[in-house]
C-alpha cells in the first residue's frame, strides 16, 4: 500500500501529473499542507517577514498580473486630466421620489449603415442581394407592427398557413436599375405575403416574372 509523499499517511488518490500518491484528492485536506498554511498564516498575523523562499514563489506565480505602481500612477493622472476638462451630472439630480434610470429596460439601438453608391457591393448582385436581406431583417424587427400587423407567422416555403416578407420591387429589378440597397429594404417596399404566392412570381430560373 502506497502512502502520501507529503504526510507519510496511507494514500487513497494518485497524481498523474507529480506521478505521486497522495492522501486527499485535495491538497488542503492533507495535514502536512494543512500544516504548511497554518505557519504561513501565523507569521502573516505576527507581522513577521515572509520567508524569502515563499516570497520567490508568490512573485513568480503573479509576474505579468501585477499593475506596476509607475503604470497605476500614469492612469490615475489620465482620469485627473480628462476629468479636469469635463464635467458630469448624475441622472437623478434635483429629483425627488421614487427615480428610475433614464435608460431602464433600453437596449442599445445601433443605426443602419448607409452604402456608398461607389461600393463595390453595387456591381455584384449576390453582394447586393445579401445586404438586403441583412438589412431586410433588420427594418422588418424594427417596423414590426407597420409591416406585420396581425402578426402573421413568418417561416420557409412548404409550412401550410405561414407567410414570408416580399419585396415589392424586387431585388434583381433594384440591381438591374441601380436601386440603393437602403430604398429597396424600406418598409415601404416591405409586404406580407403568403410563400406560395411568393415563389409563383419567379420563373423555373430564379427569376422574378415581369
Not at 495535514?31 to 520567490?56: D, F, T
Not at 445601433?110 to 453582394?127: A, C, H, T
Not at 409550412?159 to 433594384?174: F, K, L, M
Request: hydrophobic share 30%; net charge positive; glycine share 6%.
Amino acid at each position: 500500500m502506497e502512502n502520501c509523499y507529503r504526510c507519510g499517511l496511507p494514500a487513497t488518490y494518485y497524481i498523474e501529473s507529480r506521478k505521486k500518491w497522495s492522501c486527499d484528492k485535495i491538497a488542503q485536506k492533507c495535514p502536512a499542507v494543512k500544516e504548511k498554511i497554518g505557519k504561513a498564516n501565523a507569521i502573516s498575523l505576527l507581522g513577521k517577514k515572509m520567508p524569502q523562499h515563499v516570497r520567490e514563489i508568490l512573485n513568480k506565480a503573479i509576474i505579468g498580473k501585477a499593475c506596476p505602481e509607475d503604470k497605476k500612477e500614469k492612469i490615475r493622472q489620465s482620469n485627473l486630466e480628462y476629468w479636469a476638462d469635463h464635467t458630469r451630472e448624475p441622472w437623478n439630480k434635483g429629483k425627488k421620489g421614487l427615480q428610475t434610470a433614464w435608460n431602464k429596460g433600453k437596449k442599445k439601438e445601433e443605426s443602419l449603415e448607409i452604402i456608398s453608391r461607389d461600393d463595390p457591393v453595387y456591381s455584384n448582385f449576390r453582394k447586393y442581394r445579401n445586404r438586403i436581406a441583412v438589412r431586410t431583417r433588420k427594418i422588418y424587427k424594427q417596423f414590426k407592427d407597420e409591416i406585420n400587423p396581425q402578426d402573421l407567422l413568418i417561416g420557409k416555403c412548404g409550412i401550410e398557413g405561414v407567410y414570408q416578407i416580399d419585396h415589392i420591387i424586387s431585388v434583381r429589378i433594384g440591381f438591374e436599375q441601380g436601386i440603393s440597397i437602403e430604398e429597396i429594404s424600406s418598409k415601404e417596399n416591405l409586404q406580407i405575403i403568403p410563400w406560395l404566392d411568393n415563389i409563383k412570381k419567379y420563373d423555373g430560373k430564379g427569376n422574378r416574372k415581369r
